[in-house]
């Protein structure tokens, strides 16, 4: 989130812009890769192949999403990080990036033929990721709250 | 920067596993191969040589005592040789179907790089039509070159008899009015048997044969994937060699759990059929050997449940126990990823006679794994009608190893009229005929009769 509330500058638009779409685009991996483990779950219990694909595309679709939001919350940072410490910023960002970079490593295991394509390392993966993002965006929100005061 | 370098880490470790496992290749060849424990990778072992066509005067390399030339050079995709009773060659050409509906991400990157080794971009485009190739002296240099049938669906299998010829399109076994001596078909095919084809056609390439009493066709049907990734429905009918009526069209399964078999082929003289198989990929570089097997009416062969015989495959489900107790195991193994596609039976005088009652197989090449093998065609010895001893080496040269290229890549094979081997090469554009090394054709045969219509 924007944390241009602890300068006694005036906001300025582009940092607000930057930190907007870096909120803004985190919403997309975080929805992506917790539904991913779901539709993992799903396939183990029905052997349709249908969920496979979903859990694939997922998968994909975040790590694009989630390397823009990556992108663009890392230059909110580095603009922002002289005007005070954000508490909490830190576990931020090192969940999201561990996050993403399982994610990776789960779409080469997704991208398998078949079965092992998600069961073993593809749903551990996907479980994991999934709990990281979730954990990540709480580490957020927090920051966000205690800024916000 | 951390996303940058974690990536950068993750590339590095995955580039320094870019080699296969020391293996004994010859380990891998005939009745009981070894087999390592599956593997399954992040980036599974891939390495797709190019193609750049033929150099002037380079030629594959033959083994001692024969000689190679090109029949027909600058085809357009030449995949199957067949000899007519007469003596005339076809040459059946093909370009790929349609390509599949994207499944994953993974799909069309995968098909990206399988279309790097089937073409290069000043060679010949790739069309799917039958060249007839006239060399009735037997002398190497075609007095004619002419197109008999154009604008088909993705041929591949063509076998004449008794005035009819029947082209095994990627959909659709056609049989066309033909008296041997004919250069041109003009009339319209007549829908024999519908084939499985699109929209998904993984493995298209659908060949022919005719049972030693001419009532039955037989034409191979390939699997629909790798190993079911594209579900259950689209297997329906496939991985299997349909028997088909030759006067009604009617069809039966002859026999099943054939992921990719081509080339079905009669032993000269028996009711035994065989036929080449492409195993399965993405197990490692050791793993699956393609294999040369004898086929029995009912059988069943292991795809996609097992692998050679009770190795059952992780990547299936639901698995089937049953189907995997029942399964075959095959007569012959060739190696891993070769790529067998083409078979004939040699049983002319023309070569060596170590030759004689042996098979031909062309191996098309592998791609998934670091080190190439096939990409050339071997000899197979049999005693008493069964596959038997090591596969040799007959006609080698088609990579550029050096420079990780194709010169030209063999697939289907057949034997013409004076006993010359006749190769079909897709990538090299071109018609390959073995003969003894200083052969002249002095005391040709005859050409056959013609026969009647």
């Known amino acids: 989130m924007t944390d241009t509330r602890a300068d006694t500058r005036p906001p300025g638009a582009g940092r607000a812009v930057l930190g907007g779409l870096h909120a803004l685009l985190g919403a997309f991996p975080l929805a992506y890769f917790t539904f991913a483990f779901v539709t993992d779950l799903v396939y183990t219990r029905t052997y349709n192949l249908q969920w496979q694909y979903f859990s694939i595309w997922l998968i994909t679709a975040g ?21 005070g410490t954000h508490r909490g910023a830190g576990w931020h960002i090192l969940l999201t990036l561990a996050a993403w970079v399982l994610a990776l490593i789960n779409a080469f295991v997704h991208s398998r033929d078949g079965w092992t394509a998600v069961a073993g390392e593809g749903i551990i993966l996907s479980g994991i990721v999934a709990l990281l993002m979730l954990l990540a965006a709480g580490m957020s929100a927090l920051t966000y709250r205690r800024d916000a005061r | ?48 040589a190019p193609g750049k066509g033929w150099p002037a005067n380079r030629t594959p390399v033959v083994a001692a005592g024969l000689q190679i030339r090109a029949l027909a050079l600058g085809l357009h995709h030449p995949r199957f040789v067949y000899t007519l009773p007469n003596g005339d060659i076809l040459a059946v050409q093909a370009k790929s179907p349609p390509p599949e509906p994207v499944k994953r991400p993974k799909d069309p990157i995968v098909a990206k790089v399988k279309n790097k080794a089937t073409s290069y971009p000043d060679g010949p485009k790739a069309e799917s039509r039958i060249t007839l190739i006239r060399d009735a002296d037997g002398d190497g240099t075609p007095e004619l070159t002419t197109v008999l049938l154009d604008k088909l669906n993705s041929p591949f299998g063509v076998v004449y008899y008794e005035g009819t010829l029947y082209v095994a399109n990627t959909d659709a076994v056609v049989a066309y009015p033909f008296t041997p001596g004919q250069t041109k078909i003009a009339q319209p095919g007549r829908l024999l048997t519908l084939l499985p084809g699109g929209p998904i056609d993984h493995h298209w390439t659908k060949s022919l044969t005719i049972s030693p009493d ?120 060739l190696g891993s990823h070769v790529a067998a596609l083409g078979l004939t039976f040699y049983t002319a005088n023309l070569l060596p006679p170590h030759y004689r009652g042996g098979a031909f197989i062309g191996e098309h090449g592998s791609w998934d794994r670091y080190t190439p093998s096939g990409y050339k065609v071997v000899f197979v010895p049999f005693v008493n009608g069964r596959p038997s001893g090591k596969p040799e080496t007959v006609v080698n040269g088609f990579l550029d190893q050096a420079k990780g290229r194709t010169f030209g890549r063999p697939v289907g094979v057949a034997v013409d009229r004076f006993g010359a081997l006749i190769i079909a090469d897709d990538v090299g554009n071109a018609v390959w005929r073995v003969t003894p090394a200083g052969w002249h054709p002095a005391g040709a045969p005859p050409a056959a009769p013609t026969q009647r219509r």
């Open chain 1, 63 to 83: 790590l694009v999403m989630g390397g823009a939001s990556i992108f663009f919350g890392a230059v909110d940072w580095l603009v922002t990080r002289r005007s």
């Open chain 2, 214 to 333: 001419g009532t039955k066709l037989y034409a191979t049907v390939g699997s629909n994937s790798n190993i079911v990734e594209n579900g259950w429905d689209a297997e329906r009918d496939r991985a299997c060699v349909w028997e088909i009526d030759r006067a009604t069209g009617a069809h039966r399964i002859f026999a099943s759990g054939l992921r990719n078999p081509n080339s079905p082929q009669f032993y000269p003289g028996t009711n035994n059929i065989f036929v080449v198989v492409n195993e399965r990929d993405e197990l490692g570089a050791h793993l699956v050997p393609d294999y040369l097997t004898s086929i029995k009416d009912g059988g069943f062969y292991g795809w996609p449940y097992s692998y050679w015989g009770q190795h059952v495959d992780p990547r299936v489900r639901p698995q089937n126990p049953n189907m995997v107790a029942q399964a075959i195991k095959p007569d012959y193994a």
């Open chain 2, 1 to 48: 920067m951390k996303i940058f370098l974690a990536t950068f880490g993750a590339t590095c470790a995955l580039l320094a596993g870019c080699s296969d496992p020391k293996f004994d290749e010859s380990s891998q060849t005939g009745p009981n191969p070894a087999l390592p424990d599956p593997k399954e990778f992040l980036l599974p072992p891939v390495n797709v």
